[in-house]
């Protein structure tokens, strides 16, 4: 597991690597990467903040646990490799986004041109045995990440906060709801797909962060043949 956090976020990070909690973590995956495969790979579990940084976030869109079959995860909340087939949530916020801002649906699940424009793809749980979704659940990743939410809220330039599902909801005590805004609705996962279709998300981010005085998101993601020197 990396010891380093990417530099904008070791001051308001750095602390928590330093505490207990966060070295029985340590330990914890350096157990599981001994007997089992994890995911992702130990240089990108942090790479939601390392292309995300602190002072740059406009979105933080909170997931819950990173894909578990192999070359899927690389440490972004929905997420998937280039090449890798697009899961079924991150489909039905392709649809959603084709039916409600007009884009085309990618032939790719690569978000980092979202990360780029500052919207923090954060899962609660950074990583995972192979095969067995929510095996690092309770492990005490959700105190870090519990941490960078709480350091986004107190930063003084606002944010859009996406909470999706039951599980992310959860988090709305970590915000300030006086300064920020809080967008929140179903999971698009298929269970609850029915909900999510037609919720408008992108058009309450985009009218939030106009608000705020942001530049903003450009939500199209290019397909794979069109950015092949953007890939890595």
């Known amino acids: 597991m990396p010891t380093m956090l990417p530099e904008s976020w070791q001051d308001v990070l750095g602390a928590e690597l330093d505490k207990p909690y966060f070295q029985g973590l ?24 390392e292309a995300t940084p602190y002072d740059r976030v406009k979105v933080l869109l909170l997931g819950q646990d990173p894909y578990h079959g ?14 890798v087939k697009t899961p079924p949530s ?16 990618p032939d790719n699940g690569y978000l980092m ?23 690092h659940k309770g492990k005490e990743w959700e105190k870090f990440t519990d941490a960078v939410i709480r350091a986004v809220s107190q930063r003084p330039d606002p944010a859009v906060f996406v909470l999706w599902g039951n599980y992310a909801k959860k988090k ?8 920020h805004v809080v967008v929140q609705g179903a999971h698009p996962s298929p269970l609850s797909a029915k909900l ?16 705020q005085g942001h530049a903003p998101i450009d939500w199209r993601i290019p397909d794979i043949s069109s950015r092949a020197d953007q890939l890595l």
Do not use: Y
């Open 70 to 83: 192999e070359g899927q995860a690389h440490g972004m909340c929905f997420s998937v490799r280039p090449g």
């Open 172 to 179: 709305l005590s970590l915000i300030d709801t006086d300064r």
């Open 113 to 135: 041109p979202w990360a780029r424009q500052g919207v923090l793809l954060l899962n609660a749980v950074l990583t995972v045995r192979e095969g067995e979704a929510n095996s």
């Open 26 to 49: 340590t330990e914890f995956i350096e157990r599981e990467r001994a007997g089992h495969k994890v995911f992702p790979p130990r240089d990108e579990v942090f790479s939601a903040l």
């Open 196 to 211: 999510f279709l037609g919720s408008r998300p992108f058009t309450q981010i985009d009218k939030a962060i106009a608000k």
């Open 90 to 105: 991150l489909r039905n916020v392709f649809k959603e986004m084709r039916e409600e801002l007009g884009h085309p649906v």
